[in-house]
């Protein structure tokens, strides 16, 4: 059972990983209403796929000098520096006016939003025993803000416009600063009163789980980056009476929500069994569901969609717990920092490539192509299971 206190803690850090993971996919629902709005300055679907690629990079670099600061203040006041920082940027974002603006505003919601992971997971494996269900919880939450980001953002679009919905994470964010200020209580040291208590850092399956997190976030960028235009374009026969934009955010938002029970399966077994195994059953699975997904179009590109989400974020809370097990608590905030930047700053460079891919190609072949760094990462979790 969990503490009150863990309780607590489970659900200000869920809601501010889901406020993370919604509005960083905001950006991609967007791509057609951006065009159209910004049509004067003649942008591209490549353009646009860069851009969200530098904002991506910087919410993976920033997570690489938040996991040092995290080990001298403490990952309670580094939460409360992404939720303040996050609202203003996201505001920001909300009265950008040209393309420049828009891009600096997203660069900065990037860079505070990769404050989140080392702060709110660090706090997680310090203060609550039961680590992979909890880590498991604390995905749902992160998979229910990638689940509502696209569909937020695409109904704000069609209701009156995109900006709304920057403005309401906005605000949500200002009120989480408050809440996580009132009830999270603030310790003198959180490295001296960590739950697992680690005593050294297990460097050769840390480095090898590092190589494995690169291929997992390429994947899992040139995923989530073109789903919702690929829904919009080749989900023919389903909702063809409705807007693309509106259609392209829904099936997104589908998919993602699969995600949910993905994460609660993963939380689980994560407790149970030998988590680089899992891995591994898992990234096996994972590879020919993305071609299948690229190749396909109608209610079957629906389904092979929903399976993704359930297996790919099965992997997330062992991934974390993985870390956890492998750090110790004085140096576990910089641990995830690198992961976090391994996965999200490398991994979003194939929104970039994939756009390129896609503006010569088409969309579909992006799925495919990623496909390969999934075979990467299932090789790899072989090799971790042998060394650990």
Same mark, same amino acid.
């Given at each position: 059972?969990?503490?009150?206190?863990?309780?607590?803690?489970?659900?200000?850090?869920?809601?501010?990983?889901?406020?993370?993971?919604?509005?960083?996919?905001?950006?991609?629902?967007?791509?057609?209403?951006?065009?159209?709005?910004?049509?004067?300055?003649?942008?591209?679907?490549?353009?646009?796929?860069? &851009?969200?690629?530098?904002?991506?990079?910087?919410?993976?670099?920033?997570?690489?000098?938040?996991?040092?600061?995290?080990?001298?203040?403490?990952?309670?006041?580094?939460?409360?520096?992404?939720?303040?920082?996050?609202?203003?940027?996201?505001?920001?974002?909300?009265?950008?006016?040209?393309?420049?603006?828009? !891009?600096?505003? @997203?660069?900065?919601?990037?860079?505070?939003?990769?404050? /989140?992971?080392?702060?709110?997971?660090?706090?997680?494996?310090?203060?609550?025993?039961?680590?992979?269900?909890?880590?498991? /919880?604390?995905?749902?939450?992160?998979?229910?803000?990638?689940?509502?980001?696209?569909?937020?953002?695409?109904?704000?679009?069609?209701?009156?416009?995109?900006?709304?919905?920057?403005?309401?994470?906005?605000?949500?964010?200002?009120?989480?600063?408050?809440?996580?200020?009132?009830?999270?209580?603030?310790?003198?040291?959180?490295?001296?009163?960590?739950?697992?208590?680690?005593?050294?850092?297990?460097?050769?399956?840390?480095?090898?789980? *590092?190589?494995?997190?690169?291929?997992?976030?390429?994947?899992?960028?040139?995923?989530?980056?073109?789903?919702?235009?690929?829904?919009?374009?080749?989900? !023919?026969?389903?909702?063809?009476?409705?807007?693309?934009?509106?259609?392209?955010?829904?099936?997104?938002? &589908?998919?993602?929500?699969?995600? &949910?029970?993905?994460?609660?399966?993963?939380?689980?077994?994560?407790?149970? /069994?030998?988590?680089?195994? @899992?891995?591994?059953?898992?990234?096996?699975?994972?590879?020919?569901?993305? &071609?299948?997904?690229?190749?396909?179009?109608?209610?079957?590109?629906?389904?092979?969609?929903?399976?993704?989400?359930?297996?790919?974020?099965?992997?997330?809370?062992?991934?974390?717990? @993985?870390?956890?097990? /492998?750090?110790?608590?004085?140096?576990?905030?910089?641990?995830?920092?690198?992961?976090?930047?391994?996965?999200?700053?490398?991994?979003?460079?194939?929104?970039?490539?994939?756009?390129?891919?896609?503006?010569?190609?088409?969309?579909?072949?992006?799925?495919?192509?990623?496909?390969?760094?999934?075979?990467?990462?299932?090789?790899?979790?072989? *090799?971790?299971?042998?060394?650990?």
């Amino acid at each position: 059972m969990f503490t009150r206190e863990s309780k607590t803690v489970i659900t200000l850090t869920g809601l501010s990983h889901f406020a993370v993971h919604s509005s960083m996919l905001f950006f991609p629902a967007l791509f057609i209403v951006l065009q159209n709005e910004f049509s004067a300055e003649a942008i591209t679907l490549a353009t646009l796929s860069w &851009i969200y690629t530098l904002s991506n990079f910087m919410f993976g670099f920033g997570a690489l000098p938040a996991g040092w600061i995290e080990e001298k203040v403490g990952g309670r006041k580094l939460l409360l520096l992404y939720q303040l920082g996050a609202a203003a940027s996201a505001l920001f974002v909300s009265i950008s006016t040209s393309l420049t603006t828009l !891009t600096i505003a @997203l660069v900065f919601l990037g860079l505070f939003s990769s404050i /989140y992971h080392p702060a709110g997971l660090t706090i997680i494996s310090r203060r609550i025993h039961q680590t992979s269900r909890a880590m498991g /919880y604390h995905g749902i939450a992160g998979s229910a803000g990638l689940a509502a980001g696209p569909l937020l953002a695409s109904l704000s679009a069609v209701a009156g416009s995109w900006r709304w919905a920057y403005v309401g994470i906005g605000l949500f964010c200002l009120l989480l600063a408050g809440a996580t200020a009132t009830f999270i209580p603030s310790r003198k040291s959180e490295a001296e009163e960590d739950v697992l208590k680690t005593e050294v850092t297990r460097m050769k399956p840390l480095v090898v789980y *590092y190589l494995i997190a690169v291929f997992v976030g390429l994947t899992f960028y040139g995923f989530k980056t073109f789903m919702p235009v690929h829904f919009s374009m080749n989900a !023919t026969g389903l909702l063809e009476n409705w807007d693309v934009v509106v259609r392209g955010g829904l099936f997104s938002t &589908i998919v993602l929500l699969a995600g &949910i029970g993905g994460q609660m399966i993963g939380g689980r077994l994560g407790d149970k /069994y030998n988590r680089p195994t @899992l891995l591994a059953v898992i990234f096996l699975v994972h590879t020919p569901l993305l &071609i299948a997904f690229g190749l396909n179009s109608g209610s079957s590109l629906l389904a092979f969609g929903v399976m993704l989400g359930l297996v790919h974020f099965a992997s997330q809370p062992i991934g974390n717990a @993985l870390i956890a097990e /492998y750090t110790t608590s004085a140096n576990r905030g910089l641990g995830y920092g690198i992961s976090f930047f391994l996965s999200f700053g490398l991994g979003s460079f194939a929104a970039g490539i994939g756009g390129s891919l896609a503006e010569s190609n088409g969309v579909q072949v992006v799925f495919p192509f990623i496909a390969i760094f999934m075979g990467c990462a299932f090789l790899l979790a072989l *090799y971790l299971r042998k060394i650990s």
